[in-house]
């Protein structure tokens, strides 16, 4: 004999597992999605490849993600969640530019070490990639460009040489080009980006 509200328990409990089920299979296939990101870029990355990697069929995964920007956009935020970049909110509370652009250069130099095998093959292949995400990356920039920049005063051409050399300072390619290929330590990178910045923005000659 059932309970009164037997039956209905038992529904709730197997929506709640397939529902566990449905959203278990997503995370699969997205974070498929990231490690074939990183080990060959988005470029070479196929719907087949990312099914076979997450152990699923073609269909199953057309079925979560209906197209490649859905997928991308699924991945990017998992790999975000996971790789948090420093937030420049945090820079603004500290007055002296110069010391800020310190703090924010160990806190990217830091992240870059473990974000660079994946953002190295995103700017390689950002031309593949749906456009969103080369809209993020530029918009992200500004915003931490903008943050470093208050304090020093720069106008006109000034401006324009300070803020390309903020942006060269943050840039992956940047710490890879003084660390991983020039043998520079994180300290002495921040150092020389910093030296960089503050000519930057000194007097035009």
Do not use: N
């Not at 278990?24 to 990231?34: D, F, G, P």
């Not at 074939?36 to 490849?49: C, D, F, K, W, Y």
């Not at 910045?197 to 035009?204: H, I, Q, R, S």
Request: charged share 25%.
């Amino acid at each position: 004999m059932v309970e009164p509200g037997g039956s209905s328990t038992a529904r709730g409990y197997t929506m709640r597992a397939r529902q566990e089920s449905v959203e278990q299979t997503r995370l699969q296939i997205t974070e498929a999605t990231m490690r074939l990101h990183e080990r060959v870029g988005p470029a070479a990355t196929t719907v087949s490849a990312v099914a076979v990697e997450a152990g699923v069929t073609r269909l199953t995964v057309y079925r979560h993600f209906p197209d490649e920007a859905a997928l991308v956009a699924a991945c990017s935020a998992r790999w975000r969640k996971l790789h948090p970049r420093p937030d420049p909110t945090g820079w603004a509370a500290v007055v002296d530019p110069e010391e800020r652009l310190r703090i924010a250069l160990v806190g990217t130099y830091a992240w870059v070490r473990t974000a660079a095998p994946m953002m190295t093959k995103i700017y390689r292949d950002l031309d593949s990639m749906p456009v969103f995400v080369r809209e993020f990356l530029a918009d992200d920039e500004r915003a931490r460009v903008a943050v470093l920049a208050i304090g020093f005063r720069a106008r006109g051409r000034r401006a324009r040489r300070l803020e390309a050399a903020l942006a060269h300072a943050l840039h992956v390619r940047t710490w890879e080009s003084l660390c991983l290929a020039g043998g520079l330590s994180d300290s002495e990178a921040v150092d020389l980006m910093t030296a960089t910045v503050l000519a930057a923005a000194g007097p035009a000659r």
